[in-house]
């Protein structure tokens, strides 16, 4: 019990002790110069009193992003290729995130939607034996078009779809052409036997 009184002691003389104030003092002055140094090495690594403002990269192509990214320092990512859009030029950006005038630092990644170089292509379905309007509305809702024209053969069923044409060629179902392709359907006229 002794010993224990008299480490007891002995601690406590050396809590009241100057080398026990100088130590304490000393690791505090390191402290505080371990923040402030940390802390102005985070903010020269992270350029944290950069910005640039993000450009305006639509309807840019792959050259140009490249240039103009090269050129602010930013690097980029094609994410995606939407879904054609005639209204851009093909393989142009469509989208971009951040977006145009947000701020960003030095070597920051651009995700990029590029359009398509064309419409995605579509398996023509087999409509034989369908109405006029089944016909239409099926394609349409593929998105096909359907042409205004008509052709007609002789056959028992009258606007009986017969067959499909594109470009003036019959084509088979299973063929795979464009969306948007306009299409022709070819009809039975309703005087065959």
Not at 19 to 48: K, Y
Not at 170 to 177: A, M, Q
Request: proline share 4%; no cysteine; hydrophobic share 35%.
């Amino acid at each position: 019990m002794s010993n224990f009184s008299e480490k007891l002691k002995n601690l406590l003389q050396f809590l009241k002790s100057k080398t026990f104030f100088i130590q304490i003092g000393i690791a505090i002055v390191s402290l505080l110069i371990l923040v402030f140094v940390l802390q102005w090495w985070l903010g020269v690594t992270t350029n944290h009193d950069q910005k640039i403002q993000v450009p305006n990269l639509h309807k840019m192509s792959l050259s140009a992003v490249e240039k103009k990214l090269d050129e602010l320092n930013l690097d980029f990512i094609i994410i995606d290729s939407a879904t054609y859009n005639p209204d851009y030029p093909k393989k142009s950006v469509i989208e971009q995130n951040p977006e145009v005038g947000d701020f960003v630092k030095e070597k920051r990644k651009l995700y990029l939607t590029l359009n398509p170089s064309k419409y995605r292509d579509i398996e023509v379905p087999n409509l034989n034996g369908r109405t006029k309007r089944q016909a239409t509305t099926h394609l349409q809702s593929q998105g096909f078009i359907v042409g205004k024209e008509v052709t007609l053969v002789n056959d028992i069923g009258k606007d009986v779809v017969r067959g499909l044409k594109y470009k003036g060629e019959k084509i088979t179902p299973g063929t795979k052409l464009p969306k948007k392709t306009t299409i022709t359907l070819i009809l039975g006229d309703g005087n065959g036997n």
